[in-house]
């Protein structure tokens, strides 16, 4: 199978280097860093481009009063060919000084130019439109403030607590084992670090210690920074004004027709319109109202004259056409500013829209801070980290495994972002000594970027390892070079959902500690060689079909048997991995059905076509009755087949089939709850084969000021064929309060695993809160054993643990 796929693998190449080029055309993009939109027509057009709009907005400005307002130079801010001109003297002195806060002399001076260069005209507009906005915005007496985050270094301290415990489970790790937690956050020019750090020390009982472990990491809290921005936004802006939510439009409509008309020339027009008509008639409908049944007619400026002073009735009437003539024009060209009917009604519609829509978009603080950027004075800096999505120092890990002591980062603008990590891999532990190979994992030294723009990503890895020393061990690894490149693409197919394609190739070189230099360089330019068995390959399709309620999910992952990645430690290799996932509700989510099919073929040998064949195949159904009765079903198949050297044969099977229940209500007027399993479960190991009765149940109840919580597990194998797993545990035990601030819990265990082991005992367990600060917790488990065996010392029977913390804030 495995030398069968090789073969192939040049196809599957073709198609997905044919879908790349497809899926480079129709990019999906990235979310950008403010994800909802608003409508248009308020949020996003531009007030220059809407007269309505501006004239609204600056007869509020005008209207409002603004303390210690200064005088405006003449040559300070070219109100008129910015549109401005409407702005009375106190307005224009407020807005000048708006301007200028937080800008330095050469900042205003390139403004200045900005405005009189007028190269750019779409940015001066959107650079206008902003300020005009923000101006509006303005929360009153907040003009002299400085608009700009806390510069003055602020200490958080979260917490520090210490945890010790004991247990005599086995003599050969220490009985003693001791925790310590310190959280802080230091913000410094605004920007929030979290600091965390953690110590896990134990004691040997013969001696000497083991070695201590400690753990710091220095972290950007996003969350943080960007609830602060937003605090800082709304403590100096309305931001429901900046997006005209308080304007009434159509109010504003009117007066601005209104005003619009009076200033028209109109000595000698009898049909005058009104500012309803200007703005619910189209031109056709105005012309009759104007002209009557004559049409439009120009003149010179000479005929104009002489018509106005001749005395002929002829010419008089010709006249007054010219003098409604000129009228209408007149009202057309505003007619044509304000927009015709249709414009003005999404006018109105997109205010309703945002009625609905601001509430809720400035509940979210990534969408207010995103508006820091542009309204308050931030530096460089401040403004990069309203973009940076995470960066760590120290001790860093991430989801697919790794952990290393180095700094990591990703940085995302609109749909551009950019990721980089370096530091160094320890996987070498002293338990580790002797299964270390010569070509094994060691500790890595990496460095990595990863570049994305909408839907498509590329990434490199280099990743150098040499000998290393731990506790006056040494590995006998030789120093080696790992190079890894991949490329992912997300490709939109319409109503069946998305398509996710990954691409991923290493390579490696070896030498000895003294050409260690040598090798560092030399594993990205091997890349293309032994190109199938050093490549991975990933497809997903993922999508859903609203109608029937039915998510899907198709992926198919190939990885060559020489394929490493130290990115991704517990990544496979030599697998060919495909599978199915399906999930369908009915009656709002009353009940689900999902199926899930995986199949993986591991090749265990280069030059043999040895290999282990795993399938798992599972149903799940859950149906809600009511909101106090849900029962569900599980079907579970799962094995493991080894084909080597000609002989097949399995080697592992797990079957099984379970039934569940929830149900909470009341019994006498006490509150309950009771969750209960029952199934049979199948396993097989090479020759031993057994069938399980498995029984789990879990009850609580209210009883008088406390609970009574009990549980059971119940496992037996019927045909006697199993050596451990007979098993049956039973707690009883009641959660109470002692002197109103001692919180306590008293349990009775009795633990049977046959021919293993057989426990009677207690816990004890109590946590209070002392001078609201300190909180202490305690817990003992002491057993018994009933039954002696060579297996006792498994399981301890003294166990108690003391946890202290102390709340700084």
Known sequence: MYRKLKRALPVVLCLLVLLGTRALAGQVCLSPVIPDTLPSGLADGELLQQPLLKQAVITAVNQRSMQNTPSVSADSIPFSRLGLSGMNTSAKGAFTQYLKSGNSAAGMAKMKAMFNGMKDSARTAAYIDNKLRGFYALRNNQLGSKLSLPTIPQNNLKGISWTTAYMDTTAMMSGWWNEGTVQDVVTVGGIPIQINYNTLSGYNYTGPSLSDAHFVQFSFDREAYLSSVSKQLNQHYDLKKYFLDDLDIKSSMKSYATTSLNSLEQQGVKNKISSDQLMYLDTAQLRRSIMGNTLPIDLSADSVKLLAASKDSNDQALYKQYQQSAYFRQVLSLKTEMGDVKEMNQLLGAQKQVDGNIESWMRNDQNTAAMGGKLLQISFLQK????????????????????????????????????????????LGIQDIGTQSATGKTSYSMQGITLGKGGTSFSALNAGSKTQSNNGFNTSAISRNVFVGSVSEQVGLGSLGTLNVTLSKSSSTYGTASDAANVSKSAAGHLLDDLWATASVGLALNGSVKEWGLTHKVYINYAGLGYVNPGAPFASRGTMQYGLLLKRSWLKNKATVSLRTDIRDLATSALTSNKRKSLTYAVDARYRFTKKVTVSMNVLQSSLREDSSGHRFNAYMNRKVSFSSQVNGKINGKVFSNNTTLGLQQLDYLEIKTLFLNVGSTQTLMAGPGMVITSLTFSKDINNAAVYNNLFNAEGGYQYTLAKKISCGSTLIYMNSKDVVEQIGIRQQAATQLYKRWSVSLSADVRKNLFNSVANYYYGKFNTAMAVHYQIN
Do not use: Q, T, Y
Request: overall charge positive.
């Open 384 to 427: 990069m980290m309203m973009n940076m999505r995470s960066l760590k120092a120290g001790s860093v890990g991430d989801s697919s495994g790794l952990f290393m002591n180095g700094v990591a980062g990703s940085f995302l603008k609109g749909n551009k972002a950019i990721g980089l990590l370096a530091g160094n891999s320890s996987e």
